[in-house]
């Protein structure tokens, strides 16, 4: 099974500025990687697949990079939408499908 | 417009079943793998398991394998879980999730594009 580490567990930003999601796998993935953002009582949000790719509707503030075991996911201007936890998956190699342990965007 | 929206959930005793089901439209289902994902209280996502578009194939996470069974019903754009021999910590919101695609025969993707508003299972120890 390839464990997925995100980190920092918690960052915390101020609007307008960066933020920096790392994910990094037990082992490679290749391109296989997929972002997804979740606010409270909310299903999951696909934010970006296969790396690098924004999914449908998703603004081009975000952006996904990395191949391999480290990936990055960066949001070049927080807006006050974007405050949520973010979690990265791997589909390279299952069953089973999985998770990072979720990266949380609070205001700073 | 895709839509996903799961019902069934509920409190059950330890021990106990459930069966959740999951109505999809705005989509061509048969064309998708659908997969169960759940999320314990103030945890992470984990995956649960997942079905062929076909129902050919099923996969399941190694804690609900025995336990839990996916099945599917394309005629009626339906996706369900039964789950037996409940424990405290199935205890969790359970999204139904749409992805990989098959095309042509050909598996394309592995993310999840669409997800349903969840429905809370509990299990009572």
């Known amino acids: 099974e390839i464990v997925l580490t995100q980190s920092p567990a918690t960052l915390s930003v101020s609007p307008g500025e960066r933020a920096t999601l790392s994910c990094r796998a037990s082992q490679s993935v290749g391109s296989k990687l997929a972002w997804y953002q979740q606010k409270p009582g909310q299903a999951p949000r696909l934010v970006i697949y296969?790396?690098?790719n924004r999914a449908t509707g998703i603004p081009d503030r975000f952006s996904g990079s990395g191949s391999g075991t480290a990936f990055t996911l960066t949001i070049s201007s927080l807006q006050s939408e974007d405050f949520a936890v973010y979690y990265c998956?791997?589909?390279?190699?299952?069953?089973?499908?999985?998770f990072g342990q979720g990266t949380k965007v609070e205001i700073k | 417009e895709v839509q996903l929206v799961e019902s069934g959930g509920g409190l059950v005793q330890r021990g106990g079943s459930l069966r959740v089901s999951c109505a999809a439209s705005g989509f061509s289902f048969s064309n998708y793998w659908m997969s169960w994902v759940r999320q314990a209280p103030g945890k992470g996502l984990e995956w649960v398991a997942n079905i062929r578009e076909d129902g050919s194939e099923k996969e399941y996470v190694d804690s609900v394998k025995g336990r839990f069974t996916i099945f599917r019903d394309n005629s009626k754009n339906s996706l369900s879980l039964q789950m037996n021999s409940l424990r405290a910590e199935d205890t969790a919101v359970y999204y139904c999730?749409?992805?990989?695609?098959?095309?042509?025969?050909?598996?394309?993707?592995?993310?999840?594009?669409?997800w349903g508003q969840g429905t809370l299972v509990s299990v009572s120890p």
């Open positions: 998956q791997q589909y390279n190699n299952w069953p089973p499908w999985t």
């Open positions: 999730a749409r992805g990989p695609k098959n095309i042509f025969g050909v598996v394309f993707g592995g993310w999840f594009d669409s």
């Open positions: 296969d790396a690098v």
